[in-house]
């Protein structure tokens, strides 16, 4: 029962970030569209607020739930091939969260470099790795 209630706290915690993970970058292409300084400074506080209040906690929890998961039944886990490739995954996802952070530091010292056709492009990334780790996470092709 308790491997129950940690999947779903888990799987909780994957959709709090997942909805960070796409806004953010969607904040950004708005961002990086404005020309005037009060949107410019709304998109900063809501960037931060984003980052820091949801995504980063919930990266955090799913991280944790995660490895508790696996500990119920680390052998079946660790000898998966599905596993290992959503462990990749994840793994990149992560790099996407830091690169997240990374590009919000930019904005935030009025750095960005980049258009809003970049962080449209960039912003399709976590939707493609989450199709991946549905696929793998059901249908177990390894």
């Not at 993970?21 to 969607?26: D, G, K, N, V």
């Not at 969260?97 to 980049?114: E, I, S, V, Y």
């Amino acid at each position: 029962m308790l491997f129950l209630w940690v999947k779903a706290f888990h799987l909780i915690a994957v959709i709090c970030w997942f909805a960070g993970l796409f806004y953010l970058p969607r904040l950004f292409v708005y961002h990086a569209s404005s020309d005037d300084a009060i949107s410019k400074e709304r998109f900063k506080v809501m960037e931060r607020k984003l980052y820091r209040g949801i995504m980063t906690p919930s990266a955090i929890a799913v991280l944790g739930l995660g490895i508790w998961l696996v500990s119920f039944n680390a052998s079946y886990y660790m000898s998966s091939g599905w596993f290992h490739a959503k462990l990749t995954l994840v793994f990149l996802l992560f790099g996407y969260h830091h690169a997240c952070g990374r590009l919000l530091k930019k904005f935030a010292l009025d750095q960005n470099t980049r258009s809003h056709v970049f962080y449209r492009w960039f912003n399709e990334v976590p939707v493609a790795i989450l199709i991946l780790i549905v696929i793998l996470v059901i249908v177990r092709p390894f």
